[in-house]
C-alpha cells in the first residue's frame, strides 16, 4: 500500500509534467528526468519529437476517429510521465522515510540483483495491444477499465479531494502511541454542524470509515509482507556465515533484561525484593476473560494450556517475546528449544507449562509464586517482558484451599503496586460490565490510569448480544468502568473453537472489524483495533517506561551494594567474601581429597579395625548360639559335633552378611573421621554430615564379594588343627581376653539386676528397691545350688525352680519361677565362663599334649581349639574386606559421593540448608546485588547504543 501510495504521488507530479501539450521540446525533460532516476537506466525513451500526422480529407467521422486516436497516443506520454516522475519520487520518499532501515537490512548482493530485476520489469513495460487504438470510444473505455485493474482501485481514493496520509496519534497524557489513518483536511464546522446533517451524510461517513478500516488493513498486510521478507532475508545471511569464522552473536537487548528481572525473580529476601521497581507488563482479569488468549495473539502461538472453564494459569508466568528468525520457544533453566510452527511441539510446550505450575504448588494450596520463565521469538514478534497471572475469582469451587481468592488478589497487587509495572487489564465483552471484579481491582491500584491499557475482548460476542452498541463505546471511551487507562482496546481472540489457528483468528478478526458495526457507527476508531495494534502500542509504551525508570533502578542497587560490602568490612574484615555456591564447591573440593586420601591409611589399621569390629558384632552371638550350647555336651566329640553344625548354619545364614557390613561401617567411620581431621571449618559441619549419612544408606557392598567370603570364611572354621606353638599361645590369648570380657558383661548385669552391694550403699547412699532385694535372694539361693551339685545345665529344671522358691520363702521372699529361671541364665554362665578361664590357663602349657591327641592326660582344651578357629575366620575376614575395600569399595565410594554432591548442588533449599550462618547469607546477598547490578548495566549500556523506534 505504501508503494501505492507513492507511486500515486509520482503519477500525479508527472501528470504535471505533461499536462499541457507536449511539444519537440519535450523530450528533453524527459530524457533528464530519466538520468536523475538510476533505476530506469535501462529503459529507453524515443526523443524523436511527436509529429502529428497529416491531415486527413475526409468524413466527420474519420475526422473524429482521428480525434480520439491523437488523445491516446497523447495517454502514451502521460503514463510514461507520471512513471517516471513516480520512480523519482520513490526514490526520495524511500531515501527520508526508509532511512532508518539501513541499520537492519544488510548491503548485499542481494539488493543489487533486486534493483536489477525492477528495471527489468520497467524496460519491459508495455501499452495495451494496438487493437484498443481503434476502437473509438469503446476503446478508450477498455483503456480506462484496465488501468484502474492495474492501481486496483486505489487511483480513485488516492486523487480524491483530500489525500490520505499517515498520521501518529499521540493521545494526551498518554506514553501509548496509536497508528490510524486520517484525512489531511479535518472537517469544518463543531458538533452542532454534524448534528444537523441527514441520513445522505451518515451514509458517507460510513463509506469513508468502511475505506479507512479497509486500506488501513491493506497497509499493515503489505507491512507484514514486508517485514516477513526482511526476516527471511537476513535469516538467510546468518545462515550463509561460516559458524567458525563468525564472532560470538551478543545477546539481545531484551534477554538482557530479561535475565534481570530473572535474577530478581529468583532472590527471596525482603528487602531487596521491595527494591524491584523495574518495569514489566502485568496481564491481569477475570477468569475466563481472554486474558491468557490475549497473550498468545502477542506471541503469535498457542502455547498456554487449556481447561475448558477449570482454572489452568497457578502461577506466574514470566514471557519475554523477542524477534528471530525461528518462531520457538525455550525455559530459562532448559536448552530445549519447542518449534512453535509444528503443533505437536506445541502440544509438549503446553503440558511442560502445565507440568511445571502443578509441581510449583505445594500440597493443600491451589496457586504457587513460583515464577515460570518462558521466552518466545519468532518473526515480527514486538519485544516485551509480559507476566501472566492467575485469573480474578470471585466464588471459590470446592476442591480450591480457603485461601484462594485472597492469594490470587495478594498476588496479583503484588505485581500491579510496582510503580513502574505496566497493567494490561482484560475485560470480557462478552459478559455484563458490572460482574467485573479486575476493575476494581486495578482502579485501587492505579486509579489515574497513568500505566494501565484496558483491553475489551470478546467484541464479536459483544456486538452479536448488546442491543445498545453506546455500552461499548462508554467502555472504550473510559466512562463505565470506575476506572482510568491510557488507551483503550477491542480486540478478537478466538471464534469459541479450541483448536483454531493463531493464522485464521487473526484473519477472522480483520475481516469481522472490516465489517463491523461499530466501526461504521464510529463505535470503534482504527487505531483501539485488533492484536496487532494493542502489541505495538504495549511494546511503544513498555520501552518508553523502561527508558524513563532503569537509571534510577541501576542507582538503588548500586546504593544497596555499597551498604552491604560495608557491612562485611566491619563484620568480616579477613575473611574473603565466599556465596554458598562458592563454599560449597569448596568443601566438595575438599570431600573428595578426603576420599582420595583413604589410600593413605596402612594396611594393618584397616584390618586391625575390621577385626575389633567384626568381633564385637559377633561375640555375642559366638557365645549364645555356639558356645553356650557346646558346653552341653558330655565330651569331646559331642562338643566338636555341635560346635561344627552351628558354625556351618552360621556361614550359610548370617556371618558373610554381617561381615560386609562391619567392613562397610569401617568404611564409614574412617571416612568420618578423616573429615573431622581435614575440614576445620565450621560452616560445613551439617554438609559433612549429610554426607556421611546419606552414604550410610546408599552405599551397598559390590554383590560378587558376597559368595567369595562365604567360601574364604566356610574354609577358615573347618580348619582345626593350629599349626604352630606360637598360634596356640594366641589363641590362649583371645579366649582368656573373650571370657573375661564376657564375663565382665554378665557380672555388669548381675549387678544392675540385684543393685550394689553394702559397701556402695553407704558410699552411694543408696537403698535396694524390692525387686532387686528379691534378685539378691534369688542370686544367693542359685550359687548355693552350684556348690552343692556338680552338673547342672543353662535350663533349670522344674524340681530345682521349686526347690529354690521354697527355700526362698522361708527366708520370707516369694518369687515367680520366670524369675527364677530369667536369672539363672546369668548365675551359671557366670559360673561356667568362671572355670572356663581358669580351664585355658591350664591350656598354656598343652601345645604338646595337643599334639599327642590329649591322651596323656586327663584335660582336654576342646574350647580353645573352637577359639581358634574363630579367630583365624575373623583374620581371614578381615584381610580380604581390606582388599575389598582398597581396590573397589573406595572408588565406588568416590563416586557415589560425587554424585551426592551433585545432587545437593542442584537442590537450592538444601544448599541453605546445609550452609547456614551469617556470613553465608550476607555474601550471597552481596554476590546477588552485584550480579544484578553488572545486569542493570550492561542493559543501560547497549539501551543508549540502540537509536529508538520511532
Avoid at 241 to 248: T, V
Avoid at 598 to 617: F, G, R, T
Avoid at 890 to 911: P, V
Wanted: hydrophobic residues 35%; contains cysteine; aromatic residues 8%.
Amino acid at each position: 500500500m505504501v508503494t501505492r501510495l507513492l507511486v500515486s504521488q509520482g503519477v500525479q507530479l508527472g501528470s504535471r509534467l505533461v499536462a499541457t501539450r507536449l511539444a519537440p521540446s519535450s523530450s528533453p525533460h524527459l530524457i533528464k528526468i530519466h538520468s536523475m532516476n538510476p533505476m530506469l537506466k535501462n529503459v529507453k525513451f524515443n526523443s524523436t519529437p511527436f509529429r502529428q500526422p497529416a491531415r486527413l480529407i475526409g468524413s466527420s467521422s474519420v475526422r473524429g476517429g482521428l480525434g480520439i486516436f491523437r488523445h491516446l497516443l497523447k495517454l502514451r506520454y502521460w503514463v510514461f510521465g507520471g512513471a517516471v516522475g513516480g520512480g523519482y519520487a520513490v526514490s526520495t520518499t524511500m531515501k527520508e522515510k526508509l532511512e532508518w532501515l539501513n541499520q537492519y537490512l544488510p548491503d548485499t548482493d542481494r539488493w543489487k540483483s533486486y534493483a536489477d530485476s525492477f528495471g527489468r520489469y520497467v524496460a519491459d513495460f508495455r501499452l495495451p495491444d494496438d487493437s484498443i487504438f481503434r476502437k473509438g470510444m469503446d476503446g478508450l473505455r477498455s483503456a480506462a477499465d484496465w488501468l484502474d485493474e492495474r492501481t486496483q482501485g486505489d487511483l480513485s481514493v488516492m486523487f480524491s479531494e483530500g489525500s490520505l496520509r499517515l498520521t501518529p496519534h499521540l493521545a494526551e497524557g498518554s506514553a501509548v502511541k496509536q497508528f490510524s489513518i486520517f484525512p489531511d483536511s479535518t472537517p469544518k464546522g463543531g458538533a452542532e454542524a454534524k448534528a444537523g446533517e441527514g441520513a445522505a451524510g451518515k451514509d458517507t461517513d460510513a463509506e469513508l470509515q468502511a475505506q479507512l478500516l479497509k486500506i488501513q488493513l491493506q497497509y499493515q498486510q503489505e507491512i507484514e509482507k514486508l517485514e516477513k521478507e526482511n526476516q527471511e532475508l537476513r535469516k538467510q545471511i546468518l545462515l550463509s556465515r561460516n559458524p567458525k569464522s563468525a564472532k560470538p552473536v551478543k545477546m539481545a537487548l531484551i534477554d538482557l533484561y530479561s535475565d534481570v528481572l530473572d535474577e530478581l525473580s529468583d532472590y527471596d529476601g525482603d528487602e531487596l525484593g521491595g527494591q524491584d521497581h523495574l518495569p514489566r507488563v502485568v496481564v491481569v482479569g477475570d477468569q475466563s476473560s481472554g486474558k491468557t488468549s490475549v497473550l498468545e495473539m502477542v506471541a503469535q502461538a498457542r502455547i498456554f494450556p487449556r481447561g475448558g472453564g477449570e482454572m489452568m494459569t497457578r502461577s506466574p508466568v514470566k514471557v519475554t517475546l523477542s524477534e528471530g528468525p525461528y518462531h520457538v520457544a525455550r525455559f530459562k533453566d532448559s536448552q530445549r528449544e519447542f518449534d512453535l510452527t509444528q503443533e505437536s511441539e506445541l502440544s509438549a510446550l503446553r503440558r511442560e507449562i502445565e507440568l511445571r505450575m502443578r509441581s510449583s504448588v505445594r500440597p493443600g494450596e491451589t496457586i504457587s509464586n513460583q515464577v515460570i520463565s518462558l521466552s518466545v521469538q519468532g518473526p515480527g514478534l514486538q519485544r516485551m517482558v509480559l507476566v501472566d497471572l492467575p485469573g480474578i475469582i470471585s466464588t471459590q469451587t470446592l476442591g480450591m484451599a480457603s485461601d484462594t481468592r485472597q492469594r490470587i488478589q495478594t498476588l496479583a497487587k503484588t505485581y500491579m503496586e510496582n510503580p513502574n509495572a505496566i497493567i494490561l487489564c482484560i475485560q470480557d465483552g462478552s459478559i455484563d460490565a458490572e460482574r467485573s471484579n479486575v476493575t476494581d481491582l486495578v482502579s485501587e491500584i492505579d486509579p489515574a490510569g497513568k500505566r494501565t491499557i484496558f483491553v475489551l475482548t470478546k467484541v464479536d460476542m459483544a456486538e452479536a448480544n448488546l442491543l445498545n452498541p453506546d455500552r461499548i463505546r462508554q467502555i472504550l471511551d473510559g466512562k463505565l468502568f470506575p476506572m482510568m487507562a491510557l488507551g483503550y482496546f477491542a480486540v478478537i481472540t478466538g471464534k469459541g473453537q479450541g483448536d483454531e489457528s493463531i493464522t485464521a483468528i487473526r484473519k477472522y478478526e480483520e475481516e469481522f472489524f472490516q465489517k463491523s458495526k461499530l466501526f461504521k457507527e464510529g463505535v470503534l476508531k482504527p487505531g483501539q483495533m485488533t492484536t496487532r495494534n494493542l502489541s505495538m502500542a504495549v511494546s511503544k509504551c513498555f520501552w518508553n517506561m523502561v527508558r524513563e525508570s532503569i537509571e534510577q533502578q541501576a542507582d538503588t542497587f548500586k546504593a544497596r551494594r555499597f551498604n552491604l560490602e560495608t557491612e562485611w568490612k566491619n563484620s568480616f574484615p579477613h575473611i574473603r567474601q565466599m556465596a554458598r555456591d562458592e563454599l560449597f564447591e569448596k568443601a566438595r573440593s575438599e570431600i573428595l581429597d578426603n576420599v582420595m586420601n583413604l589410600n593413605q591409611v596402612p594396611p594393618q589399621e584397616w584390618e586391625e579395625a575390621i577385626h575389633d569390629e567384626l568381633w564385637k558384632s559377633v561375640r555375642q552371638h559366638v557365645f549364645d548360639s555356639i558356645y553356650y550350647n557346646a558346653t552341653e555336651a558330655t565330651d569331646a566329640g559331642a562338643f566338636n559335633t555341635v560346635v561344627d553344625i552351628k558354625l556351618r548354619h552360621w556361614v550359610e545364614k548370617m556371618l558373610p552378611n554381617k561381615a560386609i557390613d562391619v567392613g562397610s561401617d569401617v568404611l564409614m567411620a574412617q571416612f568420618g573421621k578423616m573429615l573431622e581431621m581435614s575440614v576445620q571449618d565450621q560452616l560445613y559441619d551439617k554438609l559433612k554430615g549429610r554426607v556421611v549419612e546419606e552414604m550410610r544408606k546408599r552405599h551397598q557392598w559390590e554383590n560378587k564379594a558376597l559368595s567369595t567370603l562365604r567360601i574364604m570364611q566356610q574354609s577358615a572354621l573347618e580348619d582345626r588343627v593350629i599349626p604352630d606353638k606360637r598360634s596356640w599361645g594366641e589363641s590362649i590369648q583371645f579366649l582368656d581376653r573373650a571370657l573375661r570380657e564376657q564375663r565382665s558383661l554378665l557380672e555388669q548385669q548381675l549387678n544392675e539386676a540385684c543393685g550394689p552391694t553394702r559397701t556402695q550403699q553407704w558410699i552411694r547412699w543408696k537403698r535396694l528397691s524390692e525387686s532387686q532385694r528379691a534378685s539378691t535372694a534369688i542370686r544367693s539361693e542359685l550359687e548355693q545350688l552350684l556348690t552343692r551339685k556338680e552338673r547342672l545345665h543353662q535350663n533349670l529344671g522344674n524340681d530345682e525352680v521349686t526347690a529354690a522358691r521354697k527355700n526362698l520363702e522361708t527366708k520370707g521372699v516369694t518369687v515367680e519361677s520366670d524369675q527364677v529361671r530369667e536369672l539363672w541364665k546369668n548365675v551359671f554362665r557366670y559360673h561356667l565362663l568362671g572355670k572356663a578361664v581358669t580351664a585355658a590357663n591350664d591350656c598354656k602349657k598343652g601345645f604338646y599334649h595337643y599334639q599327642k591327641g590329649f591322651t596323656d592326660v586327663q584335660f582336654e582344651c576342646q574350647d580353645l581349639v573352637l577359639f581358634w578357629r574363630i579367630q583365624k575366620m575373623l583374620d581371614v575376614t578381615s584381610n580380604a574386606l581390606r582388599q575389598q575395600l582398597v581396590n573397589v569399595e573406595e572408588r565406588r565410594l568416590e563416586r557415589e559421593i560425587s554424585d551426592i554432591l551433585d545432587e545437593f548442588s542442584t537442590q537450592r533449599t538444601e544448599k541453605k540448608n546445609l550452609l547456614t550462618g551469617k556470613r553465608v547469607d550476607l555474601a550471597e546477598e552481596i554476590q546477588r546485588v552485584r550480579r544484578i547490578q553488572e545486569k542493570l548495566e550492561q542493559f543501560i549500556d547497549a539501551l543508549n547504543k540502540e537509536k529508538p523506534v520511532r
